[in-house]
């Protein structure tokens, strides 16, 4: 079995409160099933707000669990009211996830403000999680993991069929060399396992799926388990 990355993409939900509820629930959950998730890495990418809590309880509970940010300025800090650089956000997470669709289409991103992001992110020894929702779109060479989100769906309950979505990775594998590729879109615990024992994807990024940690924690059960 691959080693698989597990990642949940939270968005714009969760308060530190919510978040720390979250975390105690999943922590029970995984002692209660002594579900064993060596083979799996599981990344957390939530509000910043929550990124501080979220890596003390981490450490204090020994979770086998990485943070991630969800975005970051495309500038060193400096005078930008309000931008996160990366050189914070390492302090908390390893990881960020750049270009989702939803900062393309909400906030205006565009590749170029997105190469910059990913130079800083790496700059600041941060892991990237780049993601595209087409073939077309360019990638960044320093990106880590690139994930294919078709905008169809993206939480709307209809994923990629996992041959579609494998021929897909695979072929944005081929194009960006870039060694890692997840899928995303509308992953749950009942279609995770179908796409996550196909050839090339390396594991799923999960939205609506992460936020109630029973749903999550079975999304991982079923994508770990071998059929
Ligand atoms: P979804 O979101 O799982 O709710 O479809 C995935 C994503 O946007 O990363």
Same mark, same amino acid.
Not at 182 to 203: E, K, M, R
């Given at each position: 079995?691959? /080693?698989?990355?597990?990642?949940?993409?939270?968005?714009?939900? =969760?308060?530190?409160? %919510?978040?720390?509820?979250?975390?105690? /629930? &999943?922590?029970?959950?995984?002692?209660?099933? +002594?579900?064993? @998730? !060596?083979?799996?890495?599981?990344?957390? $990418? $939530?509000?910043?707000?929550?990124?501080?809590?979220?890596?003390?309880? @981490?450490?204090?509970?020994?979770?086998?669990?990485?943070?991630?940010?969800?975005?970051?300025?495309?500038?060193?800090?400096? $005078?930008?009211?309000?931008?996160?650089?990366? +050189?914070?956000?390492?302090?908390?997470?390893?990881?960020?996830?750049?270009?989702? !669709?939803?900062? +393309?289409?909400?906030?205006?991103?565009?590749? @170029? !403000?997105?190469? %910059? =992001?990913?130079? %800083? #992110?790496?700059?600041?020894?941060?892991?990237?999680?780049?993601?595209?929702?087409?073939?077309?779109?360019?990638?960044?060479?320093?990106?880590?993991?690139?994930?294919?989100?078709?905008?169809?769906?993206?939480?709307?309950?209809?994923?990629?069929?996992?041959?579609?979505?494998?021929?897909? *990775?695979?072929?944005?594998? %081929?194009?960006?060399?870039?060694?890692?590729?997840?899928?995303?879109?509308?992953?749950?615990?009942? /279609? *995770? !396992?179908?796409?996550?024992? @196909?050839? #090339?994807?390396?594991?799923?990024?999960?939205?609506?799926?992460?936020?109630?940690?029973?749903? &999550? &924690?079975?999304?991982?059960? /079923?994508?770990?388990?071998?059929?």
């Amino acid at each position: 079995m691959k /080693n698989l990355i597990l990642a949940a993409n939270w968005k714009s939900n =969760k308060t530190v409160h %919510e978040s720390t509820e979250w975390l105690h /629930n &999943f922590s029970a959950l995984l002692e209660q099933h +002594r579900l064993n @998730t !060596s083979c799996a890495k599981i990344i957390i $990418a $939530a509000p910043y707000t929550d990124l501080y809590a979220l890596k003390n309880n @981490t450490e204090a509970f020994k979770l086998p669990i990485e943070i991630g940010a969800q975005d970051l300025s495309p500038f060193a800090e400096g $005078a930008y009211t309000g931008q996160i650089s990366a +050189r914070m956000v390492k302090e908390i997470a390893q990881w960020v996830i750049i270009g989702h !669709s939803e900062r +393309r289409r909400y906030f205006k991103e565009t590749d @170029t !403000s997105l190469l %910059e =992001k990913t130079v %800083e #992110a790496k700059k600041n020894g941060l892991k990237i999680i780049y993601c595209i929702s087409d073939i077309s779109m360019p990638v960044p060479r320093e990106v880590d993991v690139v994930a294919y989100e078709p905008l169809w769906a993206i939480g709307t309950g209809k994923s990629d069929t996992p041959e579609n979505a494998n021929q897909t *990775v695979a072929a944005i594998k %081929e194009k960006t060399t870039i060694p890692l590729a997840l899928y995303g879109g509308s992953v749950a615990a009942d /279609n *995770v !396992s179908l796409l996550v024992h @196909t050839q #090339a994807i390396d594991g799923v990024l999960v939205g609506g799926a992460s936020l109630d940690p029973d749903k &999550f &924690f079975h999304l991982i059960e /079923n994508a770990i388990t071998e059929k």
